[in-house]
């Protein structure tokens, strides 16, 4: 996944490689629909162990987790949705490079891309955050043994 502040042949419009921003958006689709999977993982895991927390604090904290990781999960269909639409104009330009929406698939490629950047930046901090409850929660609780048994 790139996150570079310029994109590959936004110069100059004859020298836009169209191929090379539809690879770069088709990379980002794949990227977020991985971390779907991973997000969809980690709610399972929080609905299923949830249970077992037995102190106010780690509930509330846990509580905390799952409100961000919905809220992670819907930005990251509403990405996936802004790219696949993105994808279509992609292809569209390609087979038809006399198209007259060549700077507004530009414009929004800039766009999606600061958009990619800072969803990746927040599901980084989202999962150091659940690491860092996850250990706190499992030192505090006597999960571990339950676990364990």
Known sequence: MSSSSSTPGTSSPEK?????????SKHWKSDLEFFKQDLRFLQHLVDKYIIWITKKQNLEMVTAIQKKEHDLSIECDRLINNISDHLYE????IENSASKNENGFKK???????KMA?????????????????????????????LHS
């Open 108 to 114: 929004n490629h800039l766009i999606l891309e600061t």
């Open 118 to 146: 800072q969803f990746v930046k927040t599901f980084r901090e989202n999962r150091k955050e659940v690491f860092k409850v996850t250990e706190y929660v499992m030192d505090s609780e006597e999960l571990k043994s339950m």
């Open 90 to 93: 992609g292809r569209q330009l």
């Open 16 to 24: 836009t490689n169209w191929q090379e921003l539809y690879i770069l």
